[in-house]
T-cell receptor, first 115, second 112 residues
Framework: DADVTQTPRNRITKTGKRIMLECSQTKGHDRMYWYRQDPGLGLRLIYYSFDVKDINKGEISDGYSVSRQAQAKFSLSLESAIPNQTALYFC??????????????FGPGTRLTVL | AQSVTQLGSHVSVSEGALVLLRCNYSSSVPPYLFWYVQYPNQGLQLLLKYTSAATLVKGINGFEAEFKKSETSFHLTKPSAHMSDAAEYFCAVNTGGFKTIFGAGTRLFVKA
């Protein structure tokens, strides 16, 4: 099945460390997203990319960076991790279509803990 | 600006009872509305979506939702809860741009 995968699934790191979360998809979708999920806050958009050359900041991009290495790969980096970046991180994809009307397909998530 | 409010962070029902999860949205233009479900240790998956066709939308697993413009609501219902429905449910809105706004989520508990 075409899918969205994330690695690692769980990660514990220390304050100040650099960490990369990876996302790969076999759906052939051009659009990819990174979200973080915090209890009681739902999902918040960190970065999104509509194709390999188009990367945009979301609502909470401070402290994060991304790289779109190929249509199928979209990585999220924390240059210097801090404890309030402890959260569940999701990658998602979507197809272009009637703007806003297409659903997103989510990976299984990466649980990140920053000590 | 668009926003989504889900009433009740936790809802508990008995198996076989009606499920009602409430969602209200705020939007200055006609919205696209979604309900997603998240099972433990999994990503979100689409239950159903409203894209300005029929106001009553049927989704997977027996769920449906009704778009009511006058009430700015998109409540999710299922006539008879099953144990397998226990999960977290997210309402989301998009007004035609790049950004989908998600609600805070409602965790559904189903009692035997």
């Amino acid at each position: 099945d075409a899918d969205v995968t994330q690695t690692p699934r769980n990660r514990i790191t220390k304050t100040g460390k650099r960490i990369m979360l990876e996302c790969s998809q076999t759906k052939g979708h051009d659009r990819m997203y990174w979200y973080r999920q915090d209890p009681g806050l739902g999902l918040r958009l960190i970065y999104y990319s509509f194709d390999v050359k188009d990367i945009n900041k979301g609502e909470i991009s401070d402290g994060y960076s991304v790289s779109r290495q190929a249509q199928a790969k979209f990585s999220l980096s924390l240059e210097s991790a801090i404890p309030n970046q402890t959260a569940l991180y999701f990658c998602a994809t979507s197809v272009p279509g009637l703007a806003g009307a297409t659903e997103q397909f989510f990976g299984p998530g990466t649980r990140l803990t920053v000590l | 600006a668009q926003s989504v409010t889900q009433l009740g962070s936790h809802v508990s029902v008995s198996e076989g009872a009606l499920v009602l999860l409430r969602c209200n949205y705020s939007s200055s233009v006609p919205p696209y509305l979604f309900w997603y479900v998240q099972y433990p240790n999994q990503g979100l998956q689409l239950l159903l979506k409203y894209t300005s066709a029929a106001t009553l939308v049927k989704g997977i697993n027996g769920f449906e939702a009704e778009f009511k413009k006058s009430e700015t609501s998109f409540h999710l219902t299922k006539p008879s809860a099953h144990m397998s429905d226990a999960a977290e449910y997210f309402c989301a809105v998009n007004t035609g741009g790049f950004k989908t706004i998600f609600g805070a989520g409602t965790r559904l508990f189903v009692k035997a």
